[in-house]
C-alpha cells in the first residue's frame, strides 16, 4: 500500500489539492451564505440621551457582545445608529416616509413616545409570550408606558430609566429660619401641601427680613424665596395633582375617548387659581417675569442661587449638584400630599419597537436581550437615570452615598453620604399616571397651548383664571376637533 502510495503521489496529491480546493470554496460559500442570512437589527439613538462618544462605546461593546452570542444562534446582527438629538425627528419621519423605519428607537422619553404614538408597536403579547416578569419594576412606571389609543390599550415599552420629582431644599435657609426639615419619607401623615406653604411664607424675606406673614413685607423688595416649581416643569406636573370627585387623575384635561376638552372643569380652574395663588396671594414664589426672581436667581438653578428655600424638581437636576455642595448644605425630601394624593410628576425613558419595521420578530430578540439584567444596569448607568428595575435600587443608592466610577473603575461622581437618596428611589411608587408627557391627540399644539397659559397666570399676564381655562379650553377643543377629522 505504501508502495503504491509513492508511486501514485504526485497524483494523490494533486486530487487531494484540487479537492481541498473545491472544499474549501465551499466553505467559503457557505460562510457567506450564513452571514447573508442575519438580518440586521438597527437600535436609533437620538430621541434623547446616548449620543455623547463615551455612550456610544457602550451601545458599540453591546453590540459586539449580542452578535457574537446571541447573533450567531439568531442570524442578527444588532447595530446601534446615533443620530444627534435635534436632527432625531426629522430624520426619523424621513426613515419611516422612505421605508427604511429602524427597528427600535431608545432612550425615548414619554413625550418623543407620544409625538410619534402610532409608530409604537403593543409590546405586551411578546411579553406574555415569553413569560416576563413586569413585577421586577415599580407598577406605576410601567403603567405610565401603557396607552389607550382609539380605545385599544397598549404597552409600547418598559422603563429603562426614570427622574422622579421631589422637594430639593436648602438646609441652611431652614437653620436660619428656625424651621424643621420636611419628612424623610413618603406618606408622613401631617406632610400636607398647606403645611409646606406656610413654611415656604416663614422663609421667603424682603430686604428688612419681614417674611409673608408681616404687614410690612415688601413683595418688591424681597430677597429669598420660600419655594419655586413648575416653571421647569410643564404644566400637567402641576394639574397631575388634582383628581376628579371619582378619585381620577384629571392631568389630561380631555375626555377619555380622547374627543373632548375638560380643561375649564372645577379642578382645572383650581389648579390655575392655585398657581396663581402660590405668586400674588402666599408670594413664596416669584412670577415669571419679575424683577425679583431674574436678579435672585440669574443664570442659576432657583436652589442653587442660595436665595431659595425649596425647589420641587426632576431628579435630572443631578448636574448642579457640584455647584450646591460648594455653596449650602442640601438635601431631598419628599413631596408633600395635596388634597390627600400624593404625586411625583416622573420623567422616563424607554426602549420603543418600530410598527413599520419590517422584522419584529427578530426585533423584539434583542429588545429582549437588552433588558436582561446584565445589558440592563449597563444602558442604565450608560444614561444616568434611576434604575426601574427594582434589584439594582439599593446599588444605586450606595454608588450615590459612596460614589459613583464608571466601567473602567474611574470615579466620575463623588460621593454624598449625608443625602436622603432613598426619597428618589421611593417616589417610583407614586410616579404620576397619566404622566406629564402623556400623548393626547394633535399633541404639540395642545401642549403648546396649556404652556401658554400657565406662563400668562405665573407672570400676572392674566388675572382671571377661569377665562385662562375658558379659553384654554376652546382652543384645545379645535386642536382634538382637527386632529379626529383628520383621521377620517
Known amino acids: 500500500m505504501k508502495q503504491l502510495l509513492r508511486k501514485s503521489g504526485s497524483a494523490l496529491i494533486a486530487v487531494a489539492a484540487c479537492f481541498s480546493m473545491l472544499l474549501l470554496a465551499g466553505c467559503d460559500k457557505d460562510k457567506k451564505a450564513s452571514k447573508e442570512k442575519r438580518d440586521k437589527i438597527q437600535v436609533m439613538v437620538g430621541f434623547g440621551t446616548g449620543t455623547d462618544p463615551s455612550q456610544v462605546a457602550v451601545h458599540e461593546a453591546l453590540a459586539k457582545e449580542f452578535n457574537d452570542t446571541i447573533g450567531k444562534e439568531k442570524n442578527i446582527t444588532l447595530e446601534f445608529v446615533t443620530v444627534q438629538y435635534a436632527d432625531s425627528e426629522q430624520k426619523f419621519t424621513t426613515l419611516v416616509a422612505g421605508g427604511m423605519t429602524p427597528d427600535i428607537c431608545g432612550p425615548v422619553g414619554v413625550m418623543g413616545v407620544g409625538k410619534f404614538i402610532d409608530e409604537w408597536m403593543d409590546i405586551e403579547p411578546y411579553l406574555k409570550k415569553d413569560g416576563i416578569d413586569l413585577n421586577a419594576y415599580d407598577d406605576a412606571l410601567v403603567d405610565s ?41 413618603w406618606g408622613t401623615k401631617d406632610w400636607t401641601y398647606e403645611k409646606m406653604i406656610d413654611q415656604a411664607r416663614r422663609m421667603t424675606l424682603d430686604k428688612d427680613g419681614n417674611n409673608t406673614y408681616s404687614a410690612d413685607f415688601d413683595m ?156 440592563y444596569i449597563r444602558l442604565n ?61 394633535n399633541f404639540g399644539k395642545v401642549w403648546d397651548a396649556m404652556e401658554t397659559a400657565m406662563a400668562n397666570v405665573i407672570s400676572g399676564f392674566e388675572e382671571d383664571t377661569d377665562k385662562v381655562a375658558d379659553d384654554l379650553n376652546a382652543e384645545v377643543q379645535t386642536y382634538l376637533d382637527e386632529y379626529w377629522e383628520n383621521q377620517k
Open 220 to 375: 418688591e423688595g424681597v430677597t429669598q424665596f420660600g419655594y419655586d416649581g413648575t416653571d421647569w416643569a410643564p404644566f400637567r406636573a402641576w394639574v397631575g395633582k388634582y383628581f376628579d370627585k371619582n378619585g381620577n387623575s384629571v392631568a389630561l384635561g380631555i375626555s377619555e375617548d380622547m374627543k373632548t376638552a375638560q380643561m375649564n372643569s372645577p379642578e382645572w380652574k383650581k389648579a390655575f387659581k392655585d398657581l396663581r395663588d402660590q405668586v400674588f396671594v402666599y408670594k413664596v414664589r416669584p412670577s415669571s417675569d419679575s424683577n425679583a426672581g431674574a436678579a435672585l436667581f440669574g443664570d442659576n438653578d432657583p436652589l442653587g442661587s442660595n436665595k431659595c428655600a425649596m425647589w420641587e424638581i426632576f431628579s435630572w437636576m443631578s448636574y448642579a449638584y457640584e455647584g450646591w455642595d460648594a455653596n449650602f448644605n442640601w438635601n431631598i425630601a419628599p413631596i408633600p400630599s395635596f388634597n390627600g394624593h400624593i404625586v411625583s410628576a416622573t420623567n422616563i425613558d424607554t426602549f420603543v419597537m418600530c410598527k413599520s419595521a419590517k422584522n419584529h420578530d427578530k426585533a423584539w430578540e434583542v429588545y429582549k436581550w437588552l433588558f436582561q439584567p446584565e445589558n
Open 381 to 441: 448607568k450608560n444614561y444616568g437615570g434611576i434604575p426601574a428595575m427594582k434589584q439594582f435600587q439599593k446599588s444605586w443608592i450606595d454608588e450615590r452615598k459612596n460614589g459613583v466610577v464608571d466601567e473602567n473603575g474611574e470615579v466620575i461622581e463623588e460621593g454624598r453620604p449625608n443625602i436622603n437618596w432613598q426619597v428618589l428611589i421611593d417616589a417610583g411608587a407614586y410616579a404620576d399616571n397619566p404622566n406629564n408627557e402623556a400623548w393626547v391627540p
Open 145 to 185: 408606558m401603557r396607552y389607550n389609543i382609539n380605545g385599544e390599550s397598549k404597552l409600547v415599552g418598559l422603563p429603562i430609566g426614570y427622574y422622579p420629582s421631589a422637594l430639593y431644599y436648602n438646609e441652611d435657609i431652614f437653620d436660619r429660619a428656625g424651621i424643621d426639615y420636611p419628612p424623610t419619607t
